[in-house]
């Protein structure tokens, strides 16, 4: 059952992606956060204090979303077909698909009319640096980079969890990398608080990440882009990010289009030297962010059909 639920999940997502008016389980996730977040703060004065309230922050946001996940499907499948459609809606918010495509194309779209203070607004709604002072390279470069990056997060991690463990570890995965992407900073407010929140995500994607770099080698060569270089440049490079996994997609992604990621980007005024991922065989153009994507949609039918495959013989 779970296996045909994935499918849905993933068909429900290639045709209406994460509209803005849909109740997103992840927006309920953020309000845990913040809310526990802030309790945590009012009881913890020291950094210590921050730190055990970091893993108790995870404890409480990863355990309450499996289980209120696990006791939706339970509940359903007491309905008929209630069970699969259950699994199905929960999996489909798990993934991200059309959502990064749609988020990258924006900006794919405004850099086209050549409004670059556009350009950057509507990138910082995807990306963490500061998006100020970039010119039109530096923000194709951040759009592959989020697309790659993502497409592990958003879409071979939570694939390869429902395909272990149903909707509720596909939606425990999302609360993991939720904490990551709310409170996993390193920067004075979070690096004791998010400490533990950020290291866990790094566990969590770290069998993801290094997949990937097959499953994208293969969606790379169903497009006719190198697909050899997709690999190599991701197992050359695969420590040249100050993150343990996201140089594996950057990577195969360089590789794959033959161009130059990774540099120094600015965060929260901070600059933050970041080696170089990829051959600069040729400069990024502003046609590598529709490539990027179509790498991300080939990646994401690939995962589908390994990832059934192992199920079937598991």
Not at 108 to 116: E, H, Q, S
Not at 132 to 149: F, P, Y
Not at 255 to 276: D, H, M, R, S
Request: net charge positive; with cysteine.
């Amino acid at each position: 059952m779970n296996i045909v639920s994935i499918y849905i999940g993933y068909i429900i997502d290639l045709i209406i992606g994460d509209p803005y008016s849909f109740p997103h389980p992840v927006r309920y996730i953020g309000k845990l956060i913040k809310v526990t977040e802030n309790k945590i703060r009012n009881i913890a004065k020291t950094d210590k204090g921050l730190k055990i309230g970091g893993f108790v922050l995870w404890t409480i946001t990863v355990g309450l979303t499996y289980l209120v996940t696990y006791m939706i499907v339970k509940l359903f499948s007491f309905i008929p077909g209630g069970y699969i459609i259950a699994n199905s809606v929960l999996i489909y918010t798990t993934l991200a698909t059309k959502c990064l495509k749609d988020e990258a194309i924006k900006i794919y779209n405004v850099l086209k009319t050549g409004d670059i203070e556009k350009s950057r607004t509507q990138l910082s709604y995807i990306v963490g640096r500061d998006t100020t002072d970039l010119d039109e390279g530096e923000i194709i470069r951040a759009t592959v980079e989020t697309v790659a990056e993502n497409t592990v997060d958003g879409i071979i991690a939570p694939m390869f969890y429902a395909f272990i463990g149903g909707a509720p570890l596909a939606m425990a995965y999302k609360a993991i990398n939720t904490l990551d992407s709310t409170v996993g900073y390193k920067n004075e407010k979070y690096k004791d608080l998010g400490f533990a929140s950020a290291k866990i995500d790094d566990v969590a994607n770290y069998i993801p990440a290094r997949i990937a770099v097959l499953l994208m080698s293969i969606g790379s060569l169903l497009l006719g882009y190198d697909y050899k270089k997709a690999s190599q440049i991701a197992v050359r490079d695969r420590k040249n990010h100050k993150s343990p996994n996201c140089a594996y997609p950057e990577g195969a992604v360089a590789g794959a289009l033959g161009v130059q990621l990774g540099g120094t980007n600015i965060y929260f005024g901070q600059a933050v030297y970041k080696p170089t991922i990829g051959d600069k065989i040729r400069e990024i153009e502003i046609e590598d962010i529709v490539k990027t994507n179509k790498i991300m949609y080939a990646t994401s039918l690939t995962s589908m059909v390994i990832f059934t495959a192992l199920f079937i013989l598991i």
